[in-house]
């Protein structure tokens, strides 16, 4: 019995290890080749021990200004849509939330439908009307789409942490008087913060480092992060894999930090619904 123990504990540990491996070397690989001189990055056999340079990250500020001028389009994009975002998805979620019938059903199911489908299909559709409404290479559009890919989801998990909440609590606030607008501030976004910061956390990660959209929809005074990035890798002058490195280092780690730091309000909005009582 000891040994059967044993052995399925250093099988999760197995595992364990190999999806730390699988998910974490890209990310270490790119964070200590940003630090390393140029020729040793792809040494063979493989440097691990060199002098750590900031020689890349120099001359990421030098040659690459307009990087870090993405990287503030990139912010404010992902401020605007997380905020557009969550407004949304709470009220939305609060309506399925304390209302139910057949309609309020079929239409939580055309929501996930929405989200199921590729952003693909609808970049190129919507870009004959974004060009019309004169919104391409802006920020605006970019904030309403992102928002907007993610409302869906924002929705559903907003109305299973509310349905969490007692009505009766609905009911107290409106004997006092209190309207509707005035129950869901003051009441219910209080007690569903939880299901707030789990939305938030999707649409940062999905606005920061989204590239379609950015591809499709803007040019030069909207361009966000991972399009000058990319921009890098087709550089006509080649790779300068040193500086590549230190731009997707200085890309990652402000997202990186912040998942780490709202882990348990991700692994909450996995799980949403997933439990009752």
């Given at each position: 019995m000891r040994t059967e123990r044993w052995l399925i504990g250093l099988g999760k540990a197995a595992a364990v290890a190999a999806i730390l491996l699988w998910s974490l070397f890209p990310i270490l690989f790119i964070a200590v080749s940003s630090l390393k001189p140029g020729q040793d990055i792809f040494a063979v056999p493989p440097k691990w021990i060199f002098a750590p340079t900031l020689k890349h990250y120099a001359e990421l500020w030098r040659s690459w200004g307009v990087f870090f001028e993405a990287l503030l389009n990139s912010l404010l994009i992902t401020v605007g849509a997380t905020l557009l975002a969550i407004v949304a998805s709470t009220c939305a979620g609060y309506v399925y939330s304390r209302h139910s019938g057949r309609w309020f059903g079929a239409s939580i199911a055309g929501l996930i439908i929405v989200r199921l489908i590729p952003p693909i299909v609808v970049t190129l559709p919507l870009f004959p009307i974004v060009n019309a409404l004169g919104l391409n290479d802006t920020h605006l559009v970019l904030i309403l789409l992102?928002?907007?890919?993610f409302v869906s989801l924002g929705t559903v998990l907003m109305r299973t942490f509310m349905d969490q909440i007692p009505r009766e609590?609905?009911?107290?606030?409106?004997?006092?008087?209190?309207?509707?607008?005035?129950?869901?501030?003051?009441?219910?976004?209080?007690?569903?913060?939880?299901?707030?910061?789990?939305?938030?956390?999707f649409v940062i990660v999905f606005s920061w480092n989204e590239f379609l959209f950015a591809f499709v929809f803007t040019a030069t005074r909207a361009k966000t992060a991972p399009l000058v990035i990319s921009e890098m890798i087709g550089s006509i002058d080649g790779v300068d894999?040193?500086?590549?490195?230190?731009?997707?280092?200085?890309?990652?780690v402000p997202v990186l930090l912040f998942v780490v730091f709202m882990n348990r309000y991700l692994v909450a909005g996995l799980t949403a619904g997933s439990t009752k009582g």
């Open positions: 992102y928002a907007t890919f609590l609905d009911e107290a606030a409106a004997i006092d008087g209190a309207s509707r607008l005035t129950i869901l501030r003051k009441v219910i976004v209080p007690l569903a913060m939880p299901g707030v910061l789990a939305v938030a956390v894999w040193g500086i590549l490195f230190a731009a997707s280092t200085v890309q990652l």
